[in-house]
């Protein structure tokens, strides 16, 4: 009497099940919402930062907590710059879960490791892509 042979463990863990798409998706869609919350607050932050130097203007250039002001106001807009590239990452993700593309690498066309979808799930390049892109 012969034995069916479960499906190896390895092939059901790299691909990717319509479960696990399911969840990686409303995980997108949380992390949207989240980083829309923050966008919002960053834009009125860095808005309010650059009223309260245009009141201080008369000042004397070298007033330290002008200069302060500035450089908050400068690491409220990277931070904000920085939020709205994550957003449109995001964005792109979910687009490729529609398109059915997503897993796999925007650059070589390769797969993304599950683990590395796990830890960020937007992620558009595989760690061979995303580490050669670092190195540049
Ligand atoms: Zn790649």
């Known amino acids: 009497m012969t034995t069916l042979t479960p499906t190896p463990a390895s092939i059901s863990e790299r691909t990717l099940t319509s479960r696990r798409l399911a969840s990686l998706r409303s995980r997108l869609e949380h992390e ?5 919350e923050l966008e919002s607050e960053l834009r009125e932050e860095v808005l309010s930062s650059l009223e309260s130097r245009r009141d201080t203007r008369t000042d004397d250039a070298g007033d330290p907590e002008n200069a302060t002001l500035a450089f ?9 710059a920085q939020t709205t590239g994550h957003a449109a990452e995001i964005r792109a993700a979910l687009e490729r879960i529609e398109l059915g593309t997503f897993g796999a690498c925007t650059n070589c066309g390769g797969q993304i490791g599950a683990a590395r979808l796990d830890a960020r799930p937007a992620s558009a390049l595989c760690i061979d892509c995303a580490n050669s892109r670092w190195d540049r």
Do not use: P
């Open 72 to 80: 908050e106001g400068a690491q409220t807009s990277a931070m904000l």
């Open 32 to 36: 949207l919402a989240q980083a829309h």
